[in-house]
């Protein structure tokens, strides 16, 4: 192993336990069940997840936040019961494309779903119109409890400011990283991306808060 791949291992595997004493546990994904996760999943691109609670508590007091009601509803009314999103019909669009493959192929049924081995549920995710590769990790990580590392933009602007990755690396690249440093364990894959996107938001913002960022303290 070459001495910047020592030097990779070694920070990979330390940041998580500075983050995490720093922080401490973060208690991810903030929903009551599986298909909540998947929802919010969907919802949360491009938008703050202050706006993704604002429609899942929408469709909660509709009593809607079912596969089947929402299966069932028209696309054109999700979409206004979840204009807190922004992207409102792009997003709704989504959710139904989500909901036809579920009952399409699976009965509506998300415990058939994820019945598939991790690398064919990927696979399957993503042959969804509207789910990339992070979207795709979240479900698997979040609502099917599969070591998957989640890999957003708060990820790569923090290992390109410490100079771990060049701005070309892909999605599958910085994956790598942590999957090939780590041992594949739920629970910190889990707390380990929850952790960069609390840093990300408090500190390693787009202004850099560097001098009072916790991964520059000593003692």
């Known amino acids: 192993m070459s001495a910047r791949n020592r030097y990779t291992c070694g920070w990979i595997r330390n940041i998580y336990q500075q983050l995490f004493s720093y922080f401490g546990p973060q208690h991810w994904w903030p929903a009551e069940s599986p298909f909540e996760v998947i929802i919010g ?3 949360t691109q491009n938008t ?15 009593q809607l936040l079912t596969p089947q009601k929402l299966y069932r509803i028209k696309t054109k009314t999700l979409a206004g019961l979840i204009r807190s999103c922004g992207y409102y019909n792009i997003k709704a669009a989504r959710l139904k494309s989500f909901l036809q493959a ?7 049924c998300l415990k058939s779903l994820f019945s598939l081995s991790t690398p064919k549920l990927r696979e399957k995710l993503l042959q969804i119109n509207g789910i990339g590769p992070e979207t795709a990790d979240s479900i698997l990580l979040y609502a099917a409890e599969r070591p998957v590392f989640v890999v957003d933009a708060y990820t790569k602007r ?10 070309k690396y892909s999605y599958q690249q910085i994956q790598d990283l942590f999957t090939k440093n780590l041992p594949r364990n739920l629970k910190m894959f889990n707390e380990y991306h929850a952790l960069i996107v609390r840093l990300g938001k408090e500190y390693c913002r787009s202004q850099a808060r560097c001098q009072l960022c916790p991964l520059n303290r000593k003692g």
């Open 102 to 108: 579920l009952f399409c192929d699976f009965g509506g």
């Open 41 to 43: 999943a969907i919802l």
């Open 158 to 167: 923090l290992l390109l400011r410490h100079r771990l990755i060049k701005n």
């Open 48 to 62: 703050a997840w202050t706006n993704v609670e604002q429609a899942i508590s929408r469709l909660k007091q509709k």
